[in-house]
């Protein structure tokens, strides 16, 4: 007899961890595979009295057929055991939907993708102001492996070309610091040189210093400057500004009153703060000398001056005698006088009249060097920004500015524009988190967008009162979302209509009337949205229902500078950049995202880099009728060049040039070239209806060929600015055109420059575009039946 513990225990009994992910919890749910379940059959069956006597020796034994089948079962019934109990699991979930359909449990709603947003710098046209309305599209290049992006204006804005952009006055740092040992200065107004004295006026307080180095400096403004550097560090007073500094220096040389000169002059050079000086000095109270002593100076302020004589010579009596040394007469000669200056200034000197013939005295001093007030190069938050060109009120309402520096790195920051103190206040509480770099330039015109690309009046269905629930798919995918203070911290950009009537986006049903006009909308694992109604007002039968939303979302942001395309050009605008990346996108809530954030919420209940930039730039420069960018060999420059062929007056070409190349890096190979006229002629022959004027369809064949056209790109079919540089006229073009004319019965001939247009398209020469002439000036070369 068997022992039972020589048989293994199978199954075994399950032991399953919580937070097991997929696969292990399919291992560790399988009880076992075909063999298992094999031998834990026979085991069994050994085990069993009654079946001493069946040994299934045969091959094709029923009893052994029997037991496979059944491990057979057992283990299909084991696998897919595990596996359904797998997508009871987040973590363990595989099949598409099922994760969605888990956290609808618990009543949450997985987080969609979501669009970024951007703040773009809009530099107008021309001197009005010019109106955007809402929905006006902008597109990115392509950027890090991604496709093209499409921003959309949230809000209608107006745009001032006044307030295009300015350049930042650098910030003034007049203060000086305790101790300096050296000042930029005008290098034109210099007057002195290494070696020599100088005094420093501090706006009354007087400091000496010896010229170390005068050395040109290269300032990131460009302004020419000198650094005047000393010998010794200076020590300045408190307060003192650059702007109210002047430097001293040069005046003429004397010397002291020597004391004992004369016999019985007693009065000393140097008594307290009166000085003798051994010459008249033309000097005035308010005056400054400097006083230098090998090595040492001393500047002081003149208080007062007293003119002074000193006799270097008394009066000398000399007497005449005769022949025989006999006094006849005497002759007086007049004292030797000298005119000397007695100056008394603001502090005695720290020296002695033992000293006075070591001492000497500079007057009078005059400005040798003009002062230039330090410019920081770079602009932080706290500093104030002055605009001096903001000279005209802004005509519209500025409440967001954009600030870009030299390096192109920028700041977003609300604020507004005063003309009448010309400075640009801002928003404080806004934190920069950078530092920009001097010059910096300030645009006016700031639009804000988001990400998504329009879609309108979409029909998505038709309603049907007799059905309880009713989902409609949009066309376009993913639905754009943003982000906005609301609960779920997004809201969405789809509209919908049911037979005209607005009805209106809810989490939820739960809690709805049978008569609310409601809905929902959910994604699904391929990102297409899904919108229920039926959980609160039915949808009437035979109602329309169309939606009108925005499509594009994701964590991919185009960077700083890569949002610069207009969808469609708009009159006045010449461009739009984006000076910073664009921000606030994210990918739909991953697997991994719901299986971490769907647990917790049931705990809480609750920024021109392409061909096209270039043409649509170039095109909307006023006197432009049309442009065109291509890639072309540059024969001079031996490399391949973006060309920019306009049509337009020839001094129309230094305005384009300099507007594309403000817009491009600045080693962008470009040419602009003005394309010149090609003369052309066309003569069409068609087939009017007997019931259609032939005036009347005459003319209208005229306006689909030649029609003049009210923006750039548009017009008949012929005209320049249709056509565009190097543009080709296809005969199957003029044939649809011609055609489309009601009245048209069939086109009989086209002739091109007086030969049959045989060809499928006719093209200009290089750097050309055809001409057909002017209907306005009588100059048109288009005959149709052979009206002019």
């Not at 790195?409 to 950078?434: C, F």
């Not at 995202?593 to 095109?619: F, H, K, M, V, W």
């Not at 490399?639 to 007056?649: D, E, N, S």
């Amino acid at each position: 007899m068997t022992c039972p513990c020589d048989i293994a225990l199978f199954p075994q009994p399950l032991t399953i961890p919580a937070g097991l992910g997929t696969g292990t919890l399919q291992k560790a749910r399988a009880l076992g595979i075909f063999p298992d379940w094999r031998r834990s059959i026979l085991a069994a069956i050994a085990a069993e009295p009654t079946l001493d006597a069946w040994r299934a020796r045969e091959k094709h034994d029923l009893g052994l057929m029997l037991v496979e089948m059944g491990a057979y079962v057992f283990d299909v019934c084991a696998f897919y055991d595990a596996l359904v109990a797998g997508e009871a699991f987040l973590d363990s979930a595989q099949l598409t939907g099922a994760q969605r359909r888990l956290v609808a449990l618990l009543g949450y709603v997985p987080r969609p993708a979501v669009g970024s947003r951007a703040w773009l710098a809009a530099i107008a046209e021309g001197q009005r102001v010019i109106s955007l309305p809402r929905g006006t599209a902008f597109g990115s290049g392509e950027f890090n492996g991604n496709p093209p992006q499409v921003f959309e204006l949230d809000a209608a804005t107006n745009l001032d070309p006044r307030i295009n952009r300015f350049t930042v006055d650098r910030v003034a740092m007049d203060a000086i610091p305790a101790s300096i040992q050296s000042l930029l200065v005008e290098p034109a107004s210099v007057r002195v040189r290494v070696g020599e004295p100088v005094v420093l006026d501090f706006g009354g307080t007087l400091r000496t210093a010896r010229i170390s180095g005068l050395a040109p400096l290269a300032l990131r403004s460009r302004a020419p400057a000198l650094r005047m550097s000393f010998s010794t560090a200076v020590a300045v007073p408190a307060g003192a500004k650059y702007s109210t500094l002047t430097v001293l220096g040069g005046g003429g040389s004397s010397g002291l009153w020597k004391l004992g000169q004369i016999g019985g002059d007693t009065e000393t050079a140097i008594s307290g703060s009166d000085i003798l000086l051994e010459s008249r000095a033309n000097a005035r109270a308010g005056d400054i000398v400097l006083f230098i002593k090998g090595t040492e100076l001393e500047a002081r302020r003149i208080v007062s001056t007293i003119e002074r004589q000193r006799t270097l010579l008394a009066t000398l009596t000399s007497t005449i005698k005769d022949a025989g040394n006999v006094v006849i007469g005497s002759v007086e000669s007049p004292p030797v006088t000298q005119a000397i200056s007695r100056i008394s200034v603001d502090s005695p000197l720290s020296w002695s009249s033992t000293d006075a013939a070591k001492i000497v005295v500079r007057h009078p001093l005059s400005v040798v060097a003009r002062v230039l007030v330090p410019m920081k190069d770079t602009l932080a938050q706290d500093d104030p920004i002055s605009i001096p060109a903001l000279i005209d009120p802004p005509r519209v309402t500025v409440s967001r500015l954009l600030l870009e520096d030299v390096h192109q790195e920028g700041v977003a920051t609300a604020g507004s524009l005063s003309a009448t103190t010309h400075t640009a206040a801002i928003d404080a509480g806004e934190e920069w988190g950078k530092t920009l770099t001097a010059p910096v330039t300030l645009h006016g015109n700031v639009l804000e967008v988001s990400r998504g690309e329009s879609v309108v009046g979409e029909q998505l269905g038709v309603g049907d009162a007799s059905r309880a629930i009713q989902t409609f798919k949009l066309g376009k995918k993913p639905l754009t979302y943003l982000s906005a203070p609301t609960p779920s911290g997004i809201k969405t950009t789809l509209s919908i209509r049911v037979g005209g009537v607005l009805w209106h986006e809810v989490e939820s049903f739960y809690g709805k009337k049978e008569t609310d006009r409601v809905y929902i909308v959910r994604q699904d694992d391929a990102g297409d949205s899904h919108v229920t109604f039926g959980g609160g007002a039915r949808l009437p039968t035979g109602a329309i229902v169309t939606a009108d939303y925005r499509f594009g979302a994701g964590a991919a942001q185009p960077p700083a500078g890569s949002i610069s395309q207009l969808a469609k050009p708009v009159v006045g605008v010449n461009s739009v950049r984006n000076v910073l990346p664009a921000f606030g996108g994210a990918d739909a809530e991953s697997s991994r995202e719901l299986a971490t954030y769907a647990p917790r919420s049931a705990l809480l209940l609750g920024r021109a880099i392409s061909l096209p930039d270039l043409e649509a730039a170039a095109t909307t420069t006023p006197g432009v009728q049309a442009a065109r960018a291509m890639w072309r060999w540059d024969e001079p420059g031996m490399r391949a060049v973006a060309q920019i062929q306009y049509i337009g007056a020839a001094s129309l070409r230094p305005a384009i040039h300099a507007r594309l190349r403000a817009l491009c890096e600045p080693d962008a190979p470009i040419s602009v070239t003005q394309s010149l006229p090609q003369v052309a002629s066309m003569r069409i022959e068609i087939d009017i209806l007997p019931d259609f004027p032939a005036d009347d369809v005459i003319a209208a064949t005229r306006e689909a060929l030649y029609g003049k056209p009210d923006l750039p790109g548009t017009g008949g079919l012929l005209r320049a600015e249709r056509l565009g540089p190097e543009g080709v006229v296809f005969l199957s073009h003029i044939a649809a055109a011609v055609m489309g004319v009601a009245g048209v019965a069939g086109l009989r001939g086209v002739t091109f420059d007086g030969t049959p247009f045989l060809h499928y398209g006719r093209k200009p020469a290089l750097g050309h575009f055809f001409d057909f002439g002017d209907p306005e000036a009588g100059t048109s070369r288009l005959v149709i039946n052979g009206v002019a």
